[in-house]
């Protein structure tokens, strides 16, 4: 498969809820390439998570940590040593992406090369987030919105709060030199908890 534009890697922590289907299934349908990864971590043994992706195969990946029981943050953070996609992008067991998100994501970091995305995102009251540009909140942003370049030392890390979605977009955005570093997309990546909607 011929690869035109960056490479990803999705980081998604699990506790085998079983909207995990809806999640992976809004991946699958994506534009993938062979060398993107998508790691679903495990917060201790996760058996349904293991074995749905065992059953979809590459380029989908089950690794594990703990458990933690602490909103998939330290499993968003082991992940991070595993990644070798060109941009991380982060997804929670119950929201799925937009079609053709990834084909964006691509075009954009081909255009505008190193510099972190954040993109627009649906809560299950039909709210958008981000509502103001250049506006980073806590509890006005998710950590699904930021697509960072995957370059180690200048990724954040997750807290081990509620909030750490919060936490790690301020982080990874602090180790930019320039406060308009990032990237403010019109693009919804993804739907939050769609399923109550």
């Not at 992706?53 to 594990?64: A, D, N, R, S, T």
């Not at 991380?88 to 255009?111: A, H, K």
């Not at 809560?123 to 987030?129: E, I, K, N, Q």
């Amino acid at each position: 498969m011929k690869v035109e534009g960056p490479t990803l890697t999705i980081i998604i922590p699990s506790i085998s809820a079983p909207t995990l289907v809806n999640t992976c299934a809004s991946i699958y349908n994506q534009e993938l390439y062979l060398s993107d990864q998508i790691l679903v971590v495990g917060d201790g043994p996760q058996e349904f998570a293991k074995s749905l992706v065992e059953k979809v195969g590459p380029p989908f990946y089950y690794l594990e940590y703990g458990p933690e029981h602490n909103w998939g943050n330290p499993q968003r953070n082991y992940a991070l040593r595993f990644a070798r996609g060109d941009y991380l992008v982060w997804m929670d067991e119950d929201d799925i992406f937009m079609p053709g998100i990834f084909r964006t994501i691509r075009q954009v970091g081909s255009e505008s090369p190193g510099r972190p995305m954040i993109f627009r995102f649906i809560l299950p009251d039909r709210r958008v987030l981000w509502q103001q540009r250049g506006q980073i909140e806590r509890g006005g942003i998710g950590g699904h919105q930021l697509v960072a370049p995957n370059v180690p030392r200048m990724v954040g890390r997750w807290g081990s709060t509620y909030e750490g979605d919060f936490d790690f977009i301020r982080s990874t955005l602090n180790c930019y030199p320039s406060d308009d570093v990032c990237l403010w997309r019109e693009e919804i990546i993804a739907a939050c908890r769609p399923h109550l909607t």
